[in-house]
């Protein structure tokens, strides 16, 4: 992690403590710990390499389904407890020539779904009903807030196959809903790209090389990322949509532009763009869920097309899908490196990078250009 700075107390866990099936490791065992929260998927995974020094992999064993509590406190005195199941086992040799052992984990909830394979049919359903249901996912979905937005249309006669796990069924529901659907540290979210744009910014400003050592939310280092102009341009569902009626039989013709969608999607920044017409699109789609899959044809690639990833200390209280403020400001040089990337952005991904006591944070944000 180029740019950060070891030793610096505001950069430190208070707490820090990790078991494996109730066994303790110390800070001294852990070489490092990555967790990863991004708004792309509900799924949050990550690793852990920690010295065997005393043979826990053949003494528990770890051979997988293990169970990982982390807690931990942050220097603003936030604590953070989590708990995850290993799904992934390797064993490699430190520099020093120690055993140590790398395990991969995954939330708990997200495995359920990942193993439920459920034959299920609903007459007349929507996302929320389906997803957060006592013979689905509403019994594991406790221990933090619900943040869900208005239901959208239900799906009629809507069939989950056997073959089919539920952690697939409900990413390809978000997909077609056009809603995000991941957990936070602090709640299970199921909002649109534009309901979280029209959120208010939350916490202090991030700002680049402030001269105080010990501000909280200083930036280390940023890499800017523009114009994935290919990748927004190839899904661009312009022009007419045909859907079908499946009692009249008859086709339904609706109309999308460029500026309609981009209306549609929204942004916490001011950087316009002039997108390249693609031409007319036809297809055939169900006729409640034309107008969510095209906006999301759209917002799946639109937030990515300026991107912002910046090392910062470690907050527990940063969170994706939150909005913050951005002041990049050089204050040893008093200059701004790049004018227009200051103000507010959407935080889209986070991973944890923890080197007991050492904690810092990886963060992208995103600010479609597609606003006017």
């Known amino acids: 992690m180029e740019g950060y700075q070891l030793g610096v107390q505001s950069n430190q866990l208070k707490d820090f403590s990790v078991t494996i099936d109730g066994v303790k490791l110390t800070s001294a065992q852990v070489t490092s710990i990555k967790m990863r929260w991004e708004i792309s998927s509900f799924n949050v995974v990550g690793s852990i390499v920690f010295r065997d020094l005393s043979n826990l992999l053949e003494g528990l064993p770890i051979r997988g389904d293990n169970t990982i509590v982390m807690a931990m406190t ?46 299920m049919s609903w007459k007349s359903e929507n996302i929320q009903g389906i997803i957060d249901h006592p013979e689905t996912l509403k019994p594991s979905l406790t221990g933090k807030k619900k943040d869900f937005c208005p239901p959208p249309p239900n799906y009629e006669n809507f069939v989950m196959h056997l073959g089919v ?4 069924t409900m990413h390809w529901l978000a997909k077609k809903d056009n809603v995000l659907w991941f957990q936070s540290r602090e709640a ?50 312009t022009g007419k949509v045909t859907s079908f009626d499946s009692y009249s039989k008859a086709p339904i013709i609706a109309s999308e532009s460029n500026s309609s969608s981009q209306d549609k999607i929204s942004s916490t920044g001011n950087t316009p763009q002039t997108v390249t017409p693609t031409g007319e699109r036809h297809y055939y789609k169900s006729m409640t869920h034309v107008s969510s899959y095209t906006e999301h044809m759209w917002s799946k690639n639109s937030h990515k097309d300026v991107e912002l990833v910046i090392l910062v200390p470690g907050q527990f209280a940063t969170n994706i899908g939150d909005i913050v403020e951005l002041d990049l400001v050089n204050y040893n040089k008093t200059e701004e490196p790049e004018y227009n990337i200051n103000g507010l952005w959407l935080v889209t991904r986070i991973v944890d990078n923890i080197t007991p006591p050492d904690f810092f944070q990886r963060i992208t944000l995103s600010r479609a250009k597609f606003s006017k």
């Not at 603003?76 to 995850?84: A, E, I, L, R, Y």
């Not at 796990?165 to 697939?168: D, I, L, P, R, Y």
């Open 188 to 237: 299970f979210v199921m909002q649109p790209f534009k309901e979280l744009y029209g959120r208010s910014k939350k916490g202090d400003k991030f700002r680049y090389k402030t001269p105080n050592n010990a501000y909280r939310r200083r930036i280390y280092s940023y890499d800017v990322i523009f114009g994935k102009v290919l990748d927004i341009n190839r899904t661009q569902p």
């Open 74 to 119: 942050d220097f603003d005195d936030v604590v953070s407890k989590q708990s995850f199941t290993v799904v992934d086992v390797g064993q490699i040799r430190t520099k020093s020539g120690d055993p140590a052992v790398i395990l991969k984990f995954i939330d708990p909830i997200s495995l359920t779904a990942i193993r439920m394979f459920n034959p």
């Open 165 to 168: 796990s539920f952690n697939v």
